[in-house]
């Protein structure tokens, strides 16, 4: 049987200049939502202290079905929302694995 292991997904917003306050109150909202979500372990809404115009978006999820359910959900609008209000100068999104914990499992198995 094939094992899951723990994903995580991460996102940097750059908030245009003068907009940042707009994107907080777009992304403020998912935080609830997402904790409440099926395998959802974590998720946290940072702002960078060095960095007026930076938040940071993370959420780690049980495995990968559960990340990918929650990436398929109206929840994800708000990144679209962002870019079609022109509020934001980018977003980086990036997903991570479990890869160093499932191989010391594996080592030691």
Excluded at 72 to 88: G, I, R, W
Aim: proline share 6%; aromatic share 10%.
């Amino acid at each position: 049987m094939p094992q899951s292991y723990a994903v995580s997904h991460m996102t940097l917003v750059r908030a245009r200049a003068g907009c940042s306050a707009q994107v907080h109150a777009c992304l403020k909202p998912l935080v609830e939502p997402s904790l409440q979500t099926p395998g959802c372990l974590h998720f946290t809404l940072m702002h960078c202290d060095s960095d007026p115009l930076l938040w940071h978006v993370a959420g780690y999820w049980e495995d990968e079905c559960a990340m990918q359910a929650y990436f398929n959900s109206p929840l994800m609008d708000v990144f679209s929302a962002l870019l079609n209000h022109d509020v934001v100068d980018s977003l980086d999104f990036q997903t991570f694995n479990a890869y160093e914990s499932a191989q010391m499992r594996k080592r030691a198995s």
